[in-house]
C-alpha cells in the first residue's frame, strides 16, 4: 500500500507539472487565432513609418520568433516552467510578427505583392499551430515520436518565416522596376557583343 501510495503521489505530482505547461501551449494556440486575424483586416492596420522601416521590423521579428523556435524545443526537452516561459516568448514573437507582417502588407501597394505577403503569413500561422499542437501532445500524451514531430515542425516554422522575409524583401518599392532594368540592360549588352564580331569584320 505504500508504494501504491507514492506511485500515486508521484504521477500526481508529474500531472501538475504538465498542467501548465499544456496550459500555456493552449494560450499560444489561442493568441495564434487572435493574431492570424490581423490579416483578413488589412484595410483597418494602421501603418507608421516607412517601407525600409517596415521592412527592417519585421526581419527583426522574424529573428525573433525563430529564436523562440529553438528556446520552445529546448524547454519541451526540460518541461516545467522551462517549456511554460519559453511558450510565452513565443506568443509574444509570433504576436510581434504578425503585427509586423500585417504592417508591410498594408503598406504594399500591388496587389499581387500584398497577397503573396499574407499568404506566406498564413503558411507561418499554420505552422506554428501545428508546432503547438505537437508540444501540447508532448505534455499531456507523451508519444514516442513526440520529439521528433515537434523538430519537424519547428523546421516548418523557420522555412515559412524564411519565405516571408524573402517575399518581403522582393516587395520592396521599384524592386521589380530595378530588376526589369537590369534585365533589359544585359539584353542590350548581349545584342551589342552579337553585333561586334560583325562590326570588326564589317570595318
Do not use: W
Not at 522601416?53 to 523562440?68: D, F, M, V
Amino acid at each position: 500500500l505504500a508504494a501504491a501510495a507514492r506511485a500515486v503521489k508521484d504521477s500526481l505530482c508529474q500531472l501538475s507539472n504538465l498542467l501548465p505547461a499544456a496550459r500555456a501551449a493552449e494560450d499560444v494556440l489561442q493568441a495564434i487565432a487572435a493574431g492570424s486575424a490581423q490579416l483578413a483586416n488589412l484595410a483597418s492596420h494602421t501603418v507608421s513609418g516607412s517601407f525600409t522601416e517596415l521592412q527592417i521590423a519585421l526581419s527583426e521579428c522574424a529573428a525573433g520568433l525563430n529564436t523562440s523556435v529553438s528556446n520552445l524545443l529546448l524547454g519541451a526537452r526540460g518541461g516545467g516552467n522551462m517549456l511554460v516561459d519559453a511558450a510565452k516568448q513565443l506568443s509574444a514573437d509570433f504576436q510581434a510578427l504578425m503585427n509586423a507582417a500585417a504592417g508591410v502588407a498594408a503598406a504594399t501597394a500591388d496587389a499581387k505583392d500584398q497577397a503573396e505577403l499574407v499568404a506566406h503569413t498564413e503558411s507561418i500561422v499554420v505552422a506554428i499551430s501545428q508546432l503547438m499542437s505537437n508540444t501540447k501532445s508532448i505534455v499531456t500524451e507523451m508519444p514516442a515520436s513526440g520529439h521528433a514531430n515537434l523538430a519537424q515542425a519547428a523546421k516548418a516554422v523557420g522555412d515559412a518565416i524564411n519565405s516571408l522575409v524573402i517575399a518581403c524583401a522582393s516587395s520592396i518599392p521599384g524592386q521589380k522596376e530595378c530588376e526589369t532594368a537590369f534585365q533589359a540592360v544585359q539584353i542590350a549588352g548581349n545584342s551589342l557583343d552579337n553585333l561586334r564580331p560583325l562590326a570588326s569584320y564589317s570595318s
